[in-house]
């Protein structure tokens, strides 16, 4: 199935494909977004931890990091078997799409078609080697350092999903920002830790 046109209907077309049950497997998400999907995948995955207190928010950006890959070899999305056929809840679903609707609904509006070279089938596989980089700085045990990335990879998303290589340029000087602030908390530990150690 294509993915909505729209933005700001992503996670609602995920509830409306699936009304039944209390939980949504994760491969039944990314079956439903389709082949073509990373761009709304990335923006997926990557919009719990954009926003505080969404249930299971470590469970809904697990994904990121096999699909960036995925993405960086040429690959259709692909997870492996226990990642997959883990659940979400819909009450998890339901508060991501309340809580990111505003925010998409403006996107919306401001998206298109542009600098598409960034977009290339060439240029996204570069992209995916790039969000694989910072979804491993995502995951780092540094308090607060998973927003940056977050929004680095949630922008690319909507820039490939949009075709609009604005966003995508966007999304890659957010990264390097969240690349310099990651090395230099983990420069600043590393002294702290030589300095007890000396």
């Given amino acids: 199935m294509e993915h909505p046109r729209r933005l700001?209907?992503?996670v609602d077309s995920i509830?409306?494909?699936?009304?039944?049950?209390?939980?949504?497997?994760?491969?039944?998400i990314v079956d439903h977004l389709g082949a073509r999907a990373y761009g709304p995948l990335l923006l997926l995955f990557a919009a719990p931890n954009l926003i505080p207190n969404i249930p299971g928010s470590g469970l809904l950006s697990a994904p990121l990091l096999p699909l960036s890959i995925q993405m960086a070899q040429g690959n259709v999305p692909w997870?492996?078997?226990?990642?997959a056929h883990k659940p979400i809840t819909r009450t998890a679903l339901q508060r991501l799409?309340?809580?990111?609707?505003?925010?998409?609904?403006?996107?919306?509006?401001?998206?298109?078609?542009?600098?598409?070279?960034?977009?290339?089938?060439?240029?996204?596989?570069?992209?995916?080697?790039?969000?694989?980089?910072?979804?491993?700085?995502?995951f780092l045990?540094?308090?607060?350092?998973n927003m940056l990335p977050s929004w680095a990879v949630a922008l690319i998303g909507v820039g490939v999903?949009?075709?609009?290589?604005l966003w995508v340029?966007?999304?890659?000087c957010v990264g390097l920002l969240s690349l310099l602030v990651a090395a230099m908390v983990v420069l600043a530990a590393g002294s702290v830790v030589a300095?007890?150690?000396v």
């Fill in 169 to 172: 340029a966007l999304g890659v």
């Fill in 161 to 165: 999903l949009e075709r609009d290589g």
């Fill in 195 to 197: 300095g007890v150690v």
């Fill in 8 to 10: 700001s209907g992503l």
């Fill in 79 to 83: 997870l492996p078997a226990r990642l």
């Fill in 97 to 138: 799409a309340d809580r990111t609707r505003p925010w998409l609904a403006r996107a919306d509006r401001l998206v298109r078609p542009r600098w598409r070279w960034l977009t290339a089938p060439v240029a996204e596989r570069v992209l995916g080697a790039y969000v694989a980089l910072l979804a491993v700085v995502l």
């Fill in 141 to 145: 045990p540094i308090p607060l350092a």
């Fill in 15 to 28: 509830l409306a494909a699936h009304p039944d049950g209390d939980t949504i497997t994760i491969i039944r």
